[in-house]
Nanobody, 121 residues
Framework: VQLQASGGGLVQYGGSLRLSCSAS????????IGWFRQAPGKGRERVAC????????VYQDAVKGRFTISRDKVENMVHLQMNGLRLEDTAVYYC???????????????WGQGTQVTVSS
């Protein structure tokens, strides 16, 4: 299953963006999906994940209360609504299939194309 992230862009500090994750040959509601990001010079980190079974969500502490992961079953997408963006949110954002266990989500299946989010002061 190849996932593709979209919706990134340049936004001012405190602004909002909504990212979208899509798949060409899969029904996303059948999978647990996670959003990850990689800032320049840093490793990839988990941002938010959603379980396919009960809709349970897991967020990185730094984004709690600002970011929301959700599903759009009609459009077969998973979104990441990002509000109150900060300079440190600047990164390339990716979505991935994940396994969720004990509040931890582990990506699998490879990485598709990410989307750049740049927050300016």
């Amino acid at each position: 299953v190849q996932l593709q992230a979209s919706g990134g862009g340049l936004v001012q500090y405190g602004g909002s963006l909504r990212l979208s994750c899509s798949a060409s040959r899969a029904t996303l509601e059948l999978y647990s999906i996670g959003w990850f990001r990689q800032a320049p010079g840093k490793g990839r980190e988990r941002v938010a994940c959603m379980s396919e079974s009960d809709g349970r969500t897991v967020y990185q502490d730094a984004v709690k209360g600002r970011f929301t992961i959700s599903r759009d079953k009609v459009e077969n997408m998973v979104h990441l609504q990002m509000n109150g963006l900060r300079l440190e949110d600047t990164a390339v954002y990716y979505c991935s299939l994940v396994h969720i266990q004990n509040m931890r989500c582990t990506p699998f299946g490879g990485w598709g194309q990410g989307t750049q989010v740049t927050v300016s002061s």
